[in-house]
């Protein structure tokens, strides 16, 4: 287990009381862990709090805030074997979802605690890490009107809200997609590029699982005929982020590739791990098994390898020999 690391945190993000999430996080982790304290200011961010304990060879790197906090000290990580601790403290959490690490204070730092680890692709965009995933039209327009004072106000709510409004404003724009093998053209009002995703990033959900160490980009394209489809393609990636399967329907294309590039006619906003970051086009380049994460243990459930209970009429006789084999 790591004995010392450096927390990374954002006083500002989600709902909660900083103070108290602090002095809980340092309850649980200062007993153990020889805990470097930095808080990020409106002057010095995340990236570059990040950036300086790296150069002061941190053993490891703690983040808690939101999902921008997050993401950014990640991008500072990538390509290092440093091992990234996660607490999620925000309005979405969208970045501890899509990996399978825990959303409450508590859980998060006993899964620090525990020092398993796991290696997961990241990838570059525009020469801009990435973590979870980029996108451009409805996502991008979604984001952008899903701002602080709404987010701070309603919550998770606020994406709702926002994308309910953009649906209003949906304009389709030709897409140029160039792949290691390909190039497709299409009409679309969205597309989207993985490298990982939670289920509420429904626009990412067409490959039916978005796989976090597969060297491979997961690309999703929306393409509606109007309002009433572009409800109906949400609704079905909605279940596929549920159930798995692949939806089956013609105005939602999806694969997966090494790297591609992207141009857009209109240019279309360009968002980047849930932040605006300029227009189309963009490029991103896959670096499989870029990031070092602490997760929780895994746990394999088996199939049971029997099952007799309730069988009508039931009754068991062991052998002699099954007996003598098992003492």
């Known amino acids: 287990m790591t004995r010392s690391a450096c927390l990374i945190f954002n006083p500002v993000a989600g709902q909660s009381d900083p103070d108290q999430d602090l002095a809980q996080i340092r ?32 053993e490891a790197l703690i983040a808690s805030g939101g999902d921008g906090t997050l993401s950014a000290v990640a991008a500072a990580l990538v390509g290092s074997n440093i091992p990234l601790g996660v607490i999620p403290r925000g309005t979405a959490n969208a970045f501890a979802s899509a990996l399978g690490l825990p959303d409450t204070i508590a ?12 290696q997961v692709d990241a990838a570059f965009c525009n020469g801009k890490p990435m973590v979870l995933l980029a996108g451009i039209g409805f996502e991008a327009e979604t984001v952008e009107k899903a701002n602080r004072e709404a987010k701070n106000r309603f919550g998770l709510l606020a994406y709702i809200l926002a994308g309910f409004k953009q649906l209003q404003e949906m304009e389709a724009f030709e897409a140029e997609i160039e792949t290691e093998d390909r190039i497709i053209t299409v009409n679309a009002v969205a597309v989207t590029v993985a490298n990982a995703a939670p289920a509420t990033s429904i626009l990412a959900q067409g490959p039916a699982g978005v796989i976090v160490d597969d060297g491979l980009l997961d690309l999703t394209v929306v393409a509606p005929a109007n309002v009433a489809g572009a409800i109906a393609a949400s609704y079905h990636l909605f279940r596929t982020a549920l159930t798995g399967n692949a939806t089956n329907r013609d105005d939602i294309g999806y694969l997966r590739a090494k790297r591609c590039k992207i141009t857009a006619n209109p240019p279309q906003k360009v968002v980047l791990d849930g932040e605006i970051v300029g227009t189309t086009p963009l490029e991103v380049e896959c670096i499989p098994r870029g990031l070092t994460i602490l997760v929780p243990p895994v746990t394999v459930e088996m199939p049971l390898e029997e099952k007799l209970e309730g069988l009508p009429g039931l009754t068991v006789e062991y052998k002699l020999e099954s007996l003598e084999q098992a003492l």
């Open 107 to 118: 859980a998060a730092c006993e899964t620090i605690l525990g020092g398993a680890t796991r």
């Open 27 to 58: 309850k649980i982790l200062a007993p153990e862990i020889d805990l470097e304290i930095l808080l990020t200011t409106a002057e010095v961010d995340a990236d570059e709090l990040a950036k300086r304990a790296i150069a002061r060879g941190v």
